[in-house]
């Protein structure tokens, strides 16, 4: 994702801001309709989803284990195996690895690296496949692209997170129909050939749930075997603080709920595939500006709030925990070729491990 005017931050693990403004301006523009549609349908499913959304009850409170999960990164391997034994330390059974479209000519690289996650102990990885304006533009690309990843990785991955951050344009996309043309490639994939694999959307951010309608109710042709969000919250504050007065973690988790359980779209299993707190001192790494970046301390206390609150609620099935090594925003610090495990990292442990 080097190609203007998308550009990638190494630093913080994602892309940079479009700074062309009037190329943004011109994309947007040519997708009005698509803006219009998602205004027009939120207007009438988000009071509908708010007024229900204390009705319906969620599910089982899953174990620990099965519930929590981590991000881990091909670009964080040092080649000794220090993610895979930080993995083993912490008792985690889930992991979320992304594989970058525009890096396919590596694709091998991040096969193997998965692979390694299984030889002591049996994990349940989940792909996030992610994005860039080339694919999303070039259909057959795409096409054949996915059919790569799905080949390579079908074997031994069963799910497959289809583009991510979607309600933000400098991960590519400008409109949710063109998430929707995207996530349908990769169904009719599946469909076609690998009947067995479950392909996880729409995979938008933050409390931004507007999107979220227009991904979830629309005449596309379009079925997500599980709803993924990267659900963050007050970037200062814990999970329990509130946005539009109302709107604290638990409140956005039960909406969220809600729009599962009214559209034909999904079932009621859902995934937060991302979340995290930036971290002080640690620019250019924080994916904020210092503002927003909090302690370690505060971290580790807003992280667990967090993973109790959601896992209480009964209506997430796991949270991805992004990611185990982050010197920004994550539980360990690689910074100088070092490898230094937060407090972050331990709380996490003792988390984990607790009866």
């Given at each position: 994702m080097n190609k203007a005017p998308f550009f990638w931050d190494k630093y913080s693990d994602q892309p940079s801001v479009i700074k062309d403004k009037s190329y943004k301006k011109a994309m947007r523009k040519k997708y009005i309709i698509d803006y219009i549609k998602m205004l027009f349908s939120s207007f009438f499913i988000l009071p509908l989803a708010i007024f229900l959304m204390k009705l319906f009850r969620g599910k089982e409170e899953l174990s620990k284990i099965e519930f929590i999960g981590l991000g881990v990164n091909l670009d964080?391997?040092?080649?000794?195996n220090i993610q895979q034994e930080l993995i083993e330390e912490l008792g985690v059974k889930n992991l979320i690895i992304r594989i970058p479209l525009w890096d396919m000519q590596n694709i091998d690289s991040y096969v193997e690296f998965a692979k390694s996650f299984n030889q002591n102990s049996s994990k349940n990885i989940l792909l996030n496949i992610m994005q860039d304006r080339t694919h999303i533009e070039n259909k057959e690309?795409?096409?054949?692209?996915?059919?790569?990843?799905?080949?390579?990785f079908s074997s031994f991955v069963n799910e497959y997170q289809i583009g991510t951050t979607i309600n933000r344009a400098k991960w590519g996309f400008f409109a949710v129909k063109e998430y929707l043309e995207?996530?349908?490639?990769?169904?009719d994939i599946r469909d076609e050939k690998y009947k067995d694999l479950k392909l996880i959307g729409p995979s938008t951010i933050d409390f931004e749930?507007?999107?979220?309608?227009?991904?979830?109710?629309?005449?596309?042709?379009?079925?997500?075997?599980?709803?993924?969000?990267?659900?963050?919250?007050?970037r200062r504050g814990a999970p329990s603080n509130t946005q539009y007065g109302f709107f604290d973690t638990k409140n956005k988790i039960d909406?969220?709920?809600?729009?599962?359980?009214?559209?034909?779209?999904?079932?009621?299993?859902?995934?937060?595939?991302?979340?995290?707190?930036?971290?002080?001192?640690?620019?250019?790494y924080a994916p904020t500006s210092e503002h927003e970046c909090i302690s370690n301390e505060d971290y580790s206390k807003y992280m667990l709030e967090y993973l109790e609150t959601t896992r209480k609620s009964k209506k997430i099935q796991k949270v991805?925990?992004?990611?185990?090594?982050?010197?920004g925003y994550g539980l360990v610090d690689n910074r100088d070729g070092k490898i230094?495990?937060?407090?972050?990292?331990?709380?996490?442990?003792?988390?984990?491990?607790a009866k």
């Amino acid at each position: 994702m080097n190609k203007a005017p998308f550009f990638w931050d190494k630093y913080s693990d994602q892309p940079s801001v479009i700074k062309d403004k009037s190329y943004k301006k011109a994309m947007r523009k040519k997708y009005i309709i698509d803006y219009i549609k998602m205004l027009f349908s939120s207007f009438f499913i988000l009071p509908l989803a708010i007024f229900l959304m204390k009705l319906f009850r969620g599910k089982e409170e899953l174990s620990k284990i099965e519930f929590i999960g981590l991000g881990v990164n091909l670009d964080k391997d040092d080649g000794n195996n220090i993610q895979q034994e930080l993995i083993e330390e912490l008792g985690v059974k889930n992991l979320i690895i992304r594989i970058p479209l525009w890096d396919m000519q590596n694709i091998d690289s991040y096969v193997e690296f998965a692979k390694s996650f299984n030889q002591n102990s049996s994990k349940n990885i989940l792909l996030n496949i992610m994005q860039d304006r080339t694919h999303i533009e070039n259909k057959e690309l795409l096409k054949k692209d996915l059919e790569v990843i799905f080949s390579k990785f079908s074997s031994f991955v069963n799910e497959y997170q289809i583009g991510t951050t979607i309600n933000r344009a400098k991960w590519g996309f400008f409109a949710v129909k063109e998430y929707l043309e995207v996530f349908k490639v990769a169904q009719d994939i599946r469909d076609e050939k690998y009947k067995d694999l479950k392909l996880i959307g729409p995979s938008t951010i933050d409390f931004e749930y507007y999107y979220n309608v227009r991904a979830m109710f629309n005449l596309y042709n379009v079925k997500y075997d599980k709803v993924s969000s990267l659900l963050y919250v007050d970037r200062r504050g814990a999970p329990s603080n509130t946005q539009y007065g109302f709107f604290d973690t638990k409140n956005k988790i039960d909406l969220l709920y809600s729009l599962c359980k009214l559209s034909t779209k999904t079932n009621d299993e859902v995934y937060i595939t991302e979340v995290n707190w930036p971290l002080s001192n640690t620019a250019p790494y924080a994916p904020t500006s210092e503002h927003e970046c909090i302690s370690n301390e505060d971290y580790s206390k807003y992280m667990l709030e967090y993973l109790e609150t959601t896992r209480k609620s009964k209506k997430i099935q796991k949270v991805f925990w992004h990611q185990l090594i982050a010197p920004g925003y994550g539980l360990v610090d690689n910074r100088d070729g070092k490898i230094i495990k937060l407090p972050q990292f331990y709380v996490l442990k003792e988390f984990l491990n607790a009866k």
